[in-house]
């Protein structure tokens, strides 16, 4: 495998996030063109959100979200939020979701986030050893979550 490079995503990407986001929710119906075609460009043009790709061998094959908050509180700094953590089945196991998680967290610390949160719904012990490997702590806050009915 050649050397991945991770970067913020482009327009030009949506087609291969789509199939990646594949390996993040199978189940999930796709979205018609022009409404990801939307959403994408509010993503990418939005300032607050950075879409992350790690692109090796001739394809996108790790991505994550991050998504970073301005704030009034703890002296006016931001903070990071991280979805859509990735990786292509084939591909996982190489630290490319490593990579995009630290490419993530550098640009937060660039924005002065004081803090960056990452929620997983997984409740595999692998995958919170991966959070764990990536810096990201268990137990430093409860988080609840409401879902629309």
């Known amino acids: 495998m050649t050397e991945p490079i991770v970067r913020a995503a482009a327009d030009h990407d949506l087609p291969e996030v789509l199939n990646l986001y594949q390996h993040l929710h199978p189940h999930d119906p796709q979205l018609e063109p022009a ?29 994550c979200t991050l998504a970073i908050v301005p704030n009034l509180s703890r002296g006016g700094r931001s903070y990071g939020v991280i979805e859509n953590v ?42 919170l050893r991966f959070y764990e490997g990536a810096g990201f702590l268990r137990g430093g806050k409860t988080y609840f979550e409401v879902r629309r009915p």
């Not at 300032?47 to 790709?53: E, L």
């Not at 630290?102 to 012990?125: F, I, M, N, P």
């Open 35 to 63: 409404a990801s075609e939307r959403v994408w460009s509010a993503l990418l043009t939005s300032g607050f959100t950075t879409v992350i790709v790690a692109h090796a061998a001739e394809r996108l094959v790790s991505s």
């Open 86 to 127: 990735v990786t292509h089945a084939d591909y996982r196991k190489l630290g490319l979701g490593r990579r995009v998680l630290a490419y993530a967290l550098e640009l937060a610390w660039q924005a002065d986030c004081y803090k960056v949160l990452l929620a997983t719904g997984s409740k595999r012990e692998a995958t």
